[in-house]
């Protein structure tokens, strides 16, 4: 395919950054948007990483040969059903949702065997949202991970595969239900443990809390910019991957039982032990290429 029409359905962060990154790499013959917001549809235009902005996701993908949905989970199947029908043969549809097997089960009854899905998740973001929030960067040196299925075309893989490395990522590839177990512990699992303390902390008493804010400068302060995240996107994600979320919550609260259990007893050698393996994956993760070992996380202060 040469420099495809690429369409974006949804102009918040991911959606804004991939039309920055296209434009960046020369990716795209022409790229049309659409968001539910005129004033988010707007300042797209606005910002110039699209190039025409539609008031509905049907006019949006007309003569599109690639289709990003950068939407909350819960209505991709709606607009979906809105758009197949207007797609020509042979387009491709992909997507950047957190969990992959749900939508997969969802979307390919509707190809009508003419229209081809490619399962993608870019492991790329910010706690920021909105089309003022996107950068051509964000992509660059992450892994966006694909889960096609037995019946999908390998020329849509491929083609989507070339998307992804042009704006700087490395691709991998997994099985749906796989990405799901494996997204639960490392970015769902998190984020929940981050909303819930920082809503304990919500409901302590008003001198305490204030003084949780004045003072966290550390450990907390990084669980409020976790629990800042787009609150639509996070519902949708922990009810359609809520099978692989329980699960490693059940794991936690086990290993949180045998920690309550060791402070209790005073067992310095068990928590010690733990704190050890637990630094040691802190710099796999750094070696991996996935965080920086920079003092304060990078901060200036």
Known sequence: MSQPNIALIGLGLIGSSLGHALKKNKLAAHISGYARSAATRD????????????????????????????????????????????????????????????????????????VHFVPGHPIAGTEQSGPEAGFAELFEDRWCILTPDENTSLIAVEEITKLWRGMGSDVAFMEADHHDLVLAITSHLPHLIAYNIVGTAAQLENDTRSEVIKYSASGFRDFTRIASSDPVMWRDIFLANKDAVLEMLGRFSEDLTALQAAIRRGDARYLEDVFTKTRGIRQSIIEAGQDTDSPNFGRDK
């Open 43 to 114: 300042k797209a235009l606005e910002l110039g990483f699209v190039d025409s902005v539609h008031d509905t996701a049907a006019e949006a993908v007309i003569d599109a040969d690639i289709v990003f949905f950068n939407t909350p989970l819960s209505v991709i199947k709606q607009l979906a059903e809105e758009i197949v029908p207007r797609l020509k043969d042979n387009a491709i549809l992909t997507d950047v949702g957190s969990v992959k097997a749900g939508v997969l089960k969802e979307l390919t009854p509707l190809l009508e065997d003419r």
